[in-house]
C-alpha cells in the first residue's frame, strides 16, 4: 500500500510527497514512513521510478533564508514549507550557505556593533544634555515636570533609533 501511494504522490522531478501520502497512516509519522519505505520498500522497486539525491537549485536559497529569518532554526517548522526537503536536508544547506557567503554574518555583526556604539553614544549624550538643564533650571515643580517631559521625549527618541 506504502508502494503504491508513494508512486502516485510524486511530483515533476519523481520525488516522493510524504504530506500527500502521510493521511493514510495516521498513527505514522512523515519520518517512519519515510525511513521504512527508503530501508525496506524501495531497495525492490526499479529505480528510474524515484529520483533520489536531487540537486538544489540556487533559487531554492533565498526562500529557505526567508524561512529561516521569520521561523528561526525551527527545521522541522521550515520542512513543512519546503516539503521535497527533509528537516536535515534544510538544515545542512543553510549552514552551507552561511558557510559560502560569509560576509553576510561579518556585516550583521558590524551592523550590530555600530548599533550598539550609536546606542551607547545617544545615551551619553541624553545623560551630559540633562545633566546641563538641571543646572540651568531652578528645582521648582514646573520645571521638573518640564525636565520629566524631556527625559522622556529623549528616551522614546532613543528606542525609535533602536528600532
Known sequence: R??????????????????DVMPAF????????KTF???????????????KNVRWDPAQDPR????????????S?????ITSRSAQQLKLRYF??????????IKSRQLIVEQQQVHATSVSVSKKQLAEE???STPDIQNQHTLDALLLQKVQLIVDLLQ
Open 134 to 136: 538641571n543646572q540651568r
Open 77 to 81: 517548522t521550515i520542512s513543512q514549507f
Open 26 to 33: 495516521p498513527t505514522k509519522t512523515k519520518n517512519q514512513l
Open 37 to 51: 519505505f527508503f530501508s525496506s520498500v524501495k531497495p525492490q522497486l526499479d529505480p528510474s521510478e524515484f529520483k
Open 2 to 19: 506504502l508502494t503504491q501511494l508513494a508512486k502516485r504522490h510524486v511530483n515533476s522531478e519523481k520525488q516522493i510527497l510524504w504530506d
Open 96 to 105: 552551507y550557505i552561511c558557510k559560502q557567503q560569509p560576509n553576510k554574518k
Open 64 to 75: 529557505l533564508l526567508n524561512l529561516v529569518e521569520t521561523f528561526g532554526k525551527k527545521w
